[in-house]
């Protein structure tokens, strides 16, 4: 039962879309018939059809709240689902929040390490360094004379975002119900993938072990610094971590000031997305401006500072398989390749040809070859792909989601450092080597060495293994052999029955029509007495069939 809380919240979200002109959102709730009443308490305020949709609902999404906020940042990286308008304006959402009390945050610490702060910190910075919809950050020291950041999660957000999660899980099953948009965007399992990022990030445990994780991956290479995780101060409300300095990489104009290698510092960037993908399996999945930072102390080797890794993106083999190959066929416009990999790879329906998919998929990436190669978007390739495979039933994997979100990312930032960088000239050698040194000849080989011991040590019970192996299967056909027995039988009876049925019911129908005196000739002994006669027939049949 919606409680009235719920129905409250969502008569003021849909006053908010219509006070923004966003009376389209509306028509896909059952709110679209108090639409003219909803006007009415809008009040005056921004409905401003100048400004584009997307403009509209950045706006009216900033007015609802954090939570708000942040599901259209998450909405932001699902170019597959959304049209570009409303795509690039949720992307340009900032969750920057006014932040909660001194007190409350040195309670929180308190209550949570079991210690009075003096004891934690020889010195603590009151004002937050940081002030986001879920968290905030403040610098320290630690009696030890460590600097750190201690990051705290807001007061309340957990019972804020649950309610806000109801109302958003009844908001989209009107959205499929009611519009066919919303069956399309498949808005349940959007509200759900947003339920499990954001549950995830309200544990400051899981993101200091996506750190440690990611520091460990990058400890024989010096090109991505992560900082440290003091385990000891970490509970699932703060979290303590080492306190790094550098020039925030959006600020371009102090990298370029300080003599930063801007060309090499975009090619490192290229090259760790790619480390982490293809050789990690495991990659920072929220890599805006905001989380990187460049160690400039060397301009002329310039290193990345990774933070804040609450969302990260892991990879099977398969989906590495799936992105290299495609990745190498359509930069050598190989469309059918590409459509055979997602064939063979059972990625879209096996009742599409490939000679389809490769015609869809020609259509949506020749244009892409109109600009020049150092232009060509690796990011926005994935979202036409997956764009064109939907229209052939292909599901869109989370993790592969997250990749192409934060390969936009990538390069967005890296064109941004050196707008002449050549995405496809730094990324095919990786590509290339990885595909051969994990397929190739030799990794093959390599793999026969690696587990010829293993081979070796069971090959004495490999003829007893095999027999086990024949006397299954053997048994397996004797029961397939059982079971179609038993199936031809069941028929065989179920005939049986079926004829014995039909003879009781035409005896009985006789006997009905010899008790009935209309027509008159039904009356007539003769009549009578034959029609009994054959229904006992009728009967002695069904018994005997």
């Known amino acids: 039962m919606t409680s009235i809380l719920t129905l409250r919240?969502?008569?003021?979200?849909?006053?908010?879309?219509?006070?923004?002109?966003?009376?389209?959102?509306l028509r896909a709730t059952p709110f679209s018939r108090f639409s003219g009443l909803l006007k009415l308490f809008a009040l005056s305020g921004n409905n401003n059809k100048q400004l584009n949709r997307g403009q509209r609902l950045n706006q009216a999404l900033t007015e609802l709240g954090p939570i708000f906020v942040k599901l259209g940042q998450m909405l932001s990286t699902r170019?597959?689902?959304?049209?570009?308008?409303?795509?690039?304006?949720?992307?340009?959402?900032?969750?920057?929040?006014?932040?909660?009390?001194?007190?409350?945050?040195?309670?929180?610490?308190?209550?949570?390490?079991?210690?009075?702060?003096?004891?934690?910190?020889?010195?603590?910075?009151?004002?937050?360094?940081?002030?986001?919809?879920?968290?905030?950050?403040?610098?320290?020291?630690?009696?030890?004379?460590?600097?750190?950041?201690?990051?705290?999660?807001?007061?309340?957000i957990h019972k804020k975002i649950v309610a806000d999660l109801k109302l958003l899980h009844l908001l989209a099953r009107w959205f499929e119900k009611y519009s066919a948009t919303g069956k399309r965007l498949h808005a349940i399992r959007v509200i759900q993938d947003y339920q499990t990022t954001i549950f995830n990030e309200l544990d400051l445990r899981i993101e200091a072990a996506n750190t440690s994780q990611l520091r460990r991956n990058f400890e024989q290479n010096s090109i991505l610094y992560v900082p440290a995780i003091h385990w000891s101060l970490?509970?699932?409300?703060?979290?303590v971590q080492e306190?790094?300095?550098?020039?925030?990489?959006?600020?371009?104009?102090?990298?370029?000031?300080?003599?930063?290698?801007?060309?090499?510092?975009?090619?490192?960037?290229?090259?760790?997305?790619?480390?982490?993908?293809?050789?990690?399996s495991y990659f920072h999945a929220d890599m805006h401006p905001?989380?990187?930072?460049?160690?400039?102390?060397?301009?002329?080797?310039?290193?990345?500072?990774?933070?804040?890794?609450?969302?990260?993106?892991?990879?099977?083999?398969?989906?590495?398989?799936?992105?290299?190959?495609n990745f190498v066929a359509f930069f050598n416009r190989d469309y059918h390749q590409i459509a055979r990999l997602h064939l063979d790879s059972g990625w879209i329906s096996a009742k599409f040809t490939a000679e389809e998919f490769e015609s869809a998929?020609?259509?949506a990436c020749e244009p892409i070859f109109g600009k020049p190669l150092s232009e060509i978007s690796f990011g926005h390739f994935l979202v036409q792909l997956f764009q064109t495979a939907r229209r052939f039933e292909m599901e869109v994997q989370p993790q592969l989601v997250l990749l192409q979100k934060t390969l936009l990312y990538v390069e967005g930032l890296g064109r941004q450092l050196y707008p002449q960088l050549?995405?496809?000239?730094?990324?095919?050698?990786?590509?290339?080597n990885w595909l051969v040194s994990t397929y190739g000849a030799k990794a093959v080989w390599e793999k026969i060495k690696n587990n010829a011991p293993t081979w070796l040590e069971q090959l004495p019970d490999m003829p007893?293994?095999?027999?086990?192996?024949?006397?299954?299967?053997?048994?397996?056909?004797?029961?397939?052999?059982?079971?179609?027995?038993?199936?031809?039988?069941?028929?065989?009876?179920?005939?049986?029955?079926?004829?014995?049925?039909?003879?009781?019911?035409?005896?009985l129908a006789l006997v009905v029509a010899a008790l009935l005196n209309e027509p008159v000739w039904l009356s007539l002994p003769a009549v009578k007495n034959g029609l009994l006669g054959l229904s006992l027939l009728s009967f002695v049949v069904s018994f005997r069939a």
């Open 290 to 325: 905001g989380n990187i930072f460049v160690n400039i102390e060397d301009p002329a080797n310039p290193k990345y500072i990774g933070i804040d890794c609450g969302i990260m993106g892991t990879l099977a083999e398969a989906d590495k398989r799936y992105l290299a190959q």
């Open 79 to 156: 170019r597959d689902l959304l049209p570009a308008d409303i795509a690039d304006e949720l992307a340009r959402l900032q969750d920057k929040v006014t932040p909660f009390s001194a007190e409350v945050v040195i309670a929180t610490i308190e209550q949570q390490l079991g210690q009075p702060l003096s004891e934690l910190f020889s010195e603590f910075d009151r004002s937050p360094l940081a002030s986001a919809s879920v968290a905030q950050v403040h610098s320290a020291r630690l009696v030890s004379g460590e600097e750190v950041v201690v990051k705290i999660i807001r007061p309340g």
């Open 464 to 507: 007893a293994k095999v027999n086990q192996a024949l006397e299954l299967a053997s048994q397996r056909t004797q029961q397939q052999d059982e079971l179609v027995k038993t199936v031809k039988s069941l028929k065989q009876t179920q005939r049986k029955s079926a004829k014995k049925t039909a003879w009781a019911l035409l005896g």
């Open 234 to 239: 970490c509970k699932e409300r703060v979290m």
């Open 361 to 363: 998929i020609r259509t």
């Open 243 to 280: 306190k790094i300095h550098g020039v925030p990489i959006g600020e371009v104009s102090r990298l370029q000031k300080a003599g930063v290698d801007m060309q090499l510092l975009a090619h490192r960037g290229v090259e760790i997305f790619f480390t982490q993908v293809f050789n990690h």
């Open 422 to 432: 050549d995405l496809w000239q730094t990324a095919q050698p990786f590509l290339k």
């Open 9 to 25: 919240r969502a008569f003021v979200i849909n006053r908010v879309l219509i006070r923004h002109g966003l009376d389209e959102f």
